[in-house]
T-cell receptor, first 113, second 118 residues
Framework: GENVEQHPSTLSVQEGDSAVIKCTYS??????FPWYKQELGKRPQLIID?????GEKKDQRIAVTLNKTAKHFSLHITETQPEDSAVYFC????????????FGGGTRLMVKP | GAVVSQHPSWVICKSGTSVKIECRSL??????MFWYRQFPKQSLMLMAT?????????EQGVEKDKFLINHASLTLSTLTVTSAHPEDSSFYIC??????????????FGPGTRLTVL
């Protein structure tokens, strides 16, 4: 089955700096890659996603890049703010966006004011 | 937007009892619901895929007789943890897949249920 690795497990940045989280996946058939933000004790919230027919997608301060050949994708957060502090999960899925998700291990992002 | 609810939000029970967790899609029909378990400071691990009107598909290592899943309608799936033990204490999260096609993600997460088994 699919295996998703995520790095780093923790990331501390100064407010205003950029943060980058990287994920790799094993199944070349995966074609949908969402990123979720989860605050303590709450549900994961979808923040951005990308499909395999696109190499990059941006939404304000958040961007995701995908390298299908290398089977890795990354989340980029620019101009970080304290409210960006949370755990971020990448995931991979085959088929359409509603198929089962395999999650990465998560990255705890801490943005210091 | 699509809303998924879970009930209860938290539960504390004694070892050996059974606990039922409900997952409801409030404003859409969900042909498929997924049940995840999340231990503290860990990732979400898929336990099973629940399809309306059919048996759930369990992931490897998940005991189907211990984690009973019922998806009796297009808006409700239940997870029953039978004979719960302290090691079952975890955060259980469901997600529901909309039966409508969507250009974006059509899988929506519930708020989770924190189970503590004493």
């Amino acid at each position: 089955g699919e295996n998703v690795e995520q790095h780093p497990s923790t990331l501390s940045v100064q407010e205003g700096d950029s943060a980058v989280i990287k994920c790799t996946y094993s199944d070349s058939a995966s074609n949908y890659f969402p990123w979720y933000k989860q605050e303590l004790g709450k549900r994961p919230q979808l923040i951005i996603d990308i499909r395999s027919n696109v190499g990059e997608k941006k939404d304000q301060r958040i961007a995701v890049t995908l390298n299908k050949t290398a089977k890795h994708f990354s989340l980029h957060i620019t101009e970080t703010q304290p409210e960006d502090s949370a755990v971020y999960f990448c995931a991979a899925s085959k088929g359409n966006a509603g198929n089962m998700l395999t999650f990465g291990g998560g990255t705890r992002l801490m943005v210091k004011p | 937007g699509a809303v998924v609810s879970q009930h209860p939000s938290w539960v504390i029970c004694k070892s050996g009892t059974s606990v039922k967790i409900e997952c409801r899609s409030l404003d859409f029909q969900a042909t498929t619901m997924f049940w995840y378990r999340q231990f503290p400071k860990q990732s979400l691990m898929l336990m099973a895929t629940s399809n309306e009107g059919s048996k759930a598909t369990y992931e490897q290592g998940v005991e189907k007789d211990k984690f009973l899943i019922n998806h009796a309608s297009l808006t409700l799936s239940t997870l029953t943890v039978t004979s719960a033990h302290p090691e079952d204490s975890s955060f259980y999260i469901c997600s529901a897949r909309s039966s409508r096609s969507s250009g974006r993600a059509n899988q929506f997460f519930g708020p989770g249920t924190r189970l503590t088994v004493l």
